[in-house]
């Protein structure tokens, strides 16, 4: 049923619906907007017939899809290069629509511009939201952001990440892990 609704669409619906399925299960229209590369009236065109489609719903400027399943089925549709090219879209559309509040979406950015394969790009937004999380005691998601952070990083960033993520488990009660960490720290 899912692959007859997504085979009947247009163009600019079915680029609108391939970045949404990036951006995750609720979207905002300005950063679809921005990352589908379209003009606003046929990404405005694309959404109208998503939700005539029944595909997604609308609140506002915000849109979810219906089920987890239209979007594993639009996932699956889309190609391992286009997937890639898209979620470095949306990084950068984020970093666009939010450019005020970077440190709020860094997780989110880094999480694109990775899932991207753009490592580089993402690892001073993970090691942004490392930060962010190390402040807030969210210790596990700290080292997940700054781990994110380091195949990107240059050596003197990793070396700092490392320091981090040592007292991360130091004030976590981790001894063995911090040892690991600070080690690999001195040795970059």
Known sequence: ?????LAGLSDSARRVLDVAVAIGREFELDVVSQAAGLPEDRVLDGLDE????????????????DHPLTMEVAFREVGEARHRAIHRSVAEAIERVHHGQLADYAGLIASHFAEGNAAERAASYAYLAGQRAAGLAAWAEA??????ALPGA??????EIQLAIGEIHMRSGMAAQASEALRSAIEL
């Open 1 to 5: 049923l899912i692959q007859s609704r």
């Open 50 to 65: 998503l939700r005539a489609s029944h595909l997604i719903s609308a609140d506002g400027l915000r849109y979810s899809f």
């Open 143 to 148: 080292i997940a952001f700054y781990l994110q």
């Open 154 to 159: 240059d050596s003197a960033r990793r070396a």
